[in-house]
């Protein structure tokens, strides 16, 4: 009965959409039918197959083949639930919700559009969808039976078996599946009207909200990847994690071009290209994570048809559209010319940088995956690569968005905005030479890394102090301004955390038995005792350190080494003593001989790193509140 409503809700999920769909043809007819309720009914349905799935983990109904792939009675009731998009059956119904979702909210909240432009937007939404759902129900159906009915499940992979499931992934696809609606509303105006500043206020609120929540998604993932894989990184460079990173790099682009639009009425070409990139990427993310052509610890494990039928859809709507594109341009004229010394300059530049960013991240992911297909040869392009050309692009970057805020439009003075500049620079290698005497060890690298931070949270800052009249004004500040200086400040915040994480980490690896210690920095760590563990579904060990700093206690850190008897996997449990600018991390690892063997960091301004990845998000959703719900 389960899989029976489920997949009957995907059918009729599927004949809705593709109904809306053709309510374009209405459009040309003058009948129009307001997509409100079929919108409405997809969003219902979707969503009543998602929650059976749910129930079905819930209640280990092991009739339907995805629930005996992914789970097991053993397993935790909060890892049942999370467990649906565990997995790529579940992890794409949840895809479809997202995505149907965003088209409910445009429905039911954007009081913004007019009838033609809300039924074109939502009627390209519906094509989307429907051509999803043909995928899950062709070649990746969560309902399918199994017969005879196993006993038990497999259980679900024990790195999954985290509360970082429960977050990460959802607001990541709310992200990145977001910026369909943006794609959405981008075809749609191609029929219906043109690209002016009004345009760019109809998508900013959207391209907002999906970037935030991209933020909060990939800041998430780090922050679950550094207390869970044991390793003490936040970022590797897995294909998997660059699949989302590169979404977010055009969404930053567009975001600021839509401003450019939405003030000059210029770069209206630029800004279309960049709506169909973020889409195309969030797709090519899609693709690398679902067609098994790639090893990660993200990735899905997929059969070839799947990525073959990603493949296919992938390359329909990003040649369509840049085919649309191409045949429209003509058509779309520039107002305005664009200063180099200028706001909208500044922001052309920051773009330039976003998207060479971008294209040398995909090259240096999907490189080794072509060399291998052409020639057999493997490679792997790894940190040093990526972190070279992030920080060569990144670095000027940076520079230019600190005083970008506070140029004017138009046109501004050079030689004026270089004596504006001048107390930013002394604060700013002021507060460079501070942490050079407080921590004076390590590369001189991590100086310019401080140094970028603090000329960019400088430079926000006294931009924020003179545009409130040191702060007389603040009650007149709009929370469109407000949310830009936060999400500015949590970036210098985050380059800070990185600089100080990866540069000054002081990391040591030892073998301990029962009664002996180890110093790291400051601080004293006594192994006080090793005990067996047993959860739900898994056995393992914990160690119990006792930190001190200069003979006082501090607190006692517990390090787990878990093992799921049902998939055979370990699993390692940090634990972390966190002071909000530092951080000791302490992971076990194996026993050796009468021993166990240990990974021990202490790494500086790490906490830093997710404060300011949270004050980006913050800063996105205040702005996102004012543009979606201010007065007209």
Known sequence: MTALIGNMSLIIATFISFY???NITNIKKKRIINPDQSISLQFFFILLAFFTLMYAYVVSDFSILNVYENSHSAKPLLYKITGVWGNHEGSMLLWILVLVFFGFLISKFDKRLDLVYKTLTLSFQSLITFIFLLFVLLTSNPFILISPIPINGQDLNPLLQDPGLAFHP???YIGYVGLSIVFSFTIARFYKGTFDSHWAKLIKPWVLL???FLTLGIALGSWWAYYELGWGGFW????VENASLMPWLCATALLHSTLVLEKRNTLKKWTIFLAFLSFSFSLIGTFLVRSGIITSVHAFA??????IFILIICAFFIFSSFILLTKK??????????????KEGAIVFNNLLMVALLLTIFIGTIYPIFLEIFTGEQISVGPPYFNLTTTLIMGPAIVVMAFAPMINWKKDDFFGLLSRLKTILFLSILITLIFFYINFQGPIIALVGIFLAAWLFIGTLINFLERTNYLKKLNYLNKSYLGMTIAHLGVAIFIAGVTGSTLWKVEKIETLKIGEKISLKNYSLNLDKI?????????????EFNLYKKN????????QKRFYPVQEFPTTEASIYSRGISDIYIAMSEPVNDSWLFRFHYSPLTPWIWIGSIMAFIGGILSFSHRMFRKK
């Open 236 to 239: 590797f460079w897995d294909p």
């Open 302 to 307: 997929t059969d070839p048809t799947r990525g």
């Open 531 to 543: 005990k067996k563990i047993r959860g739900k579904n898994y056995i393992g060990h914990e160690a």
């Open 210 to 212: 999906s970037w935030s």
């Open 329 to 342: 341009a003509s058509s779309i004229k520039e107002e305005k010319l664009i200063s180099p010394i200028s």
């Open 552 to 559: 006082k206690f501090i607190k006692t850190l517990k390090p």
């Open 20 to 22: 809306q769909f053709l």
């Open 170 to 172: 959802p607001n990541l």
